[in-house]
């Protein structure tokens, strides 16, 4: 069997790093359709040495393909994702819009592979933030168990899309070039959809997505929410605060965790992360050894260092992570999703 596949919002920053993801993939495809809003129509991209054309989003363009790829914002998901599964589709959703929904599997492969058997048709991938800390926590918690986890990010501004890549460089660019910070344009960050905007450049924003309950942001809830979900733990105690920086891609995180289970110590948590799926041990202090944003871009993999124990409690460990946010947040945990349907012989509705 070979798949159709679409990619919807393949123009996107997600979108083009899931063509990517495509081309290296060991799903076997028989066509690739790339699609978009129709001010992209007739855009061509190669793939694989071949030329493809975009095509503007419609109903029926899911006619004959067997897996769709979604990342062109919730309300497209919540308009055409059923419109793919109606059309015998396998919806792999990079929107937050279904994350939630108890019908619906959140995924990420080398934690919870097995929650794909009960799907209906649409799969959601986590939130990008979300991701990498579960692939960095998972082999931690089935040694010892978590108790609770506290996590600081430092998120790279791909997360918000293409246009707020381009903000954040024609910021950069009118600030050294003297134009002072007040008068820098601001149009999309902290949140397309909130009232206020503020330059990204040589600023850090604590706000990612709009205010919620209790005063933490979406970005916040979502990891919160997500992690009890993909761990299947309504017990483990999560916090969040999510910062915006001005890097363009690789998101960053300090986490803070306290283990259930007596034994472990820093040399036992830094071999379960060494052989840990998806994950890569980088933590040498006398080597200035650690995980950074730049040196994650383009990297499949989530990297782990500054492993220590805390000061004060026995249980309790930091450590940084960081992963490229549009391969392992997004396209590839995508993609990879698509790779483990397919061996599970699951790419059916
Ligand atoms: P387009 O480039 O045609 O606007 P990003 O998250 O990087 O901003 O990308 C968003 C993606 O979602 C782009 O590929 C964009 O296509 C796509 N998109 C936005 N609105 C629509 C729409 N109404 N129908 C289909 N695709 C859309
Ligand atoms: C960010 N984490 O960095 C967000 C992007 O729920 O899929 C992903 C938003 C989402 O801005």
């Given at each position: 069997k070979k798949y159709n596949v679409a990619v919807v919002g393949a123009t996107g920053a997600v979108g083009t790093k899931m063509i990517e993801m495509l081309e290296e993939t060991s799903l076997p495809l028989n066509q690739v359709k790339l699609l978009a809003s129709k001010r992209s129509a007739g855009k061509e991209v190669t793939f694989k040495g071949e030329t493809l054309v975009i095509e503007e989003l419609v109903p029926d363009s899911f006619a004959g393909v067997d897996l769709a790829l979604f990342s062109a914002g919730g309300?497209?998901?919540?308009?055409?994702?059923?419109?793919?599964?109606?059309?015998?589709?396998?919806?792999?959703?990079?929107?937050?819009?279904?994350?939630?929904?108890?019908e619906v599997p959140l995924v990420v492969p080398e934690v919870n592979p097995h929650a794909l058997k009960r799907h209906k048709g649409i799969i959601a991938n986590p939130n990008c933030s979300t991701i990498q800390m579960m692939v960095a926590l998972e082999p931690i918690r089935q040694a010892y168990g978590l108790d609770r986890l506290i996590v600081s990010t430092y998120q790279a501004v791909s997360g918000a899309g293409i246009h707020a890549m381009e903000e954040l460089k024609s910021q950069?660019?009118?600030?050294?070039?003297?134009?002072?910070?007040?008068?820098?344009?601001?149009?999309?960050?902290?949140?397309?959809?909130?009232?206020?905007?503020?330059?990204?450049?040589?600023?850090?924003?604590?706000?990612?997505?709009?205010?919620?309950?209790?005063?933490?942001?979406?970005?916040?809830?979502?990891?919160?929410?997500?992690?009890?979900?993909?761990?299947?733990?309504?017990?483990?105690?999560?916090?969040?605060?999510?910062?915006?920086?001005?890097?363009?891609?690789?998101?960053?995180?300090?986490?803070?965790?306290?283990?259930?289970?007596?034994?472990?110590?820093?040399?036992?948590?830094?071999?379960?992360?060494?052989?840990?799926p998806g994950a890569v041990l980088q933590d040498d202090p006398s080597q200035q050894l650690y995980p950074q944003a730049l040196t994650s871009i383009d990297r499949k993999e989530t990297f782990v260092g500054r492993i220590r124990q805390d000061i004060d409690i026995d249980k309790g460990y930091h450590m940084w992570v960081v992963s490229d946010n549009l391969l392992k947040g997004a396209a590839w945990n995508?993609?990879?999703?698509?790779?483990?349907?397919?061996?599970m012989d699951l790419v059916r509705v």
């Open positions: 309300s497209i998901s919540k308009q055409y994702a059923p419109e793919a599964v109606k059309r015998g589709a396998v919806v792999v959703d990079n929107t937050s819009h279904y994350r939630m929904d108890p950069a660019l009118a600030y050294i070039d003297g134009t002072p910070a007040e008068q820098l344009t601001a149009e999309i960050l902290p949140s397309g959809g909130d009232k206020k905007h503020y330059p990204i450049a040589f600023n850090a924003l604590p706000q990612i997505d709009v205010f919620a309950e209790a005063d933490y942001t979406y970005e916040e809830w979502k990891m919160i929410n997500e992690t009890k979900k993909i761990m299947e733990d309504d017990s483990i105690k999560v916090v969040a605060t999510c910062v915006r920086i001005p890097v363009l891609s690789g998101h960053s995180e300090s986490i803070y965790i306290e283990v259930k289970e007596a034994g472990s110590d820093v040399s036992k948590i830094k071999e379960l992360i060494a052989n840990a995508s993609v990879q999703i698509a790779e483990t349907l397919h061996e």
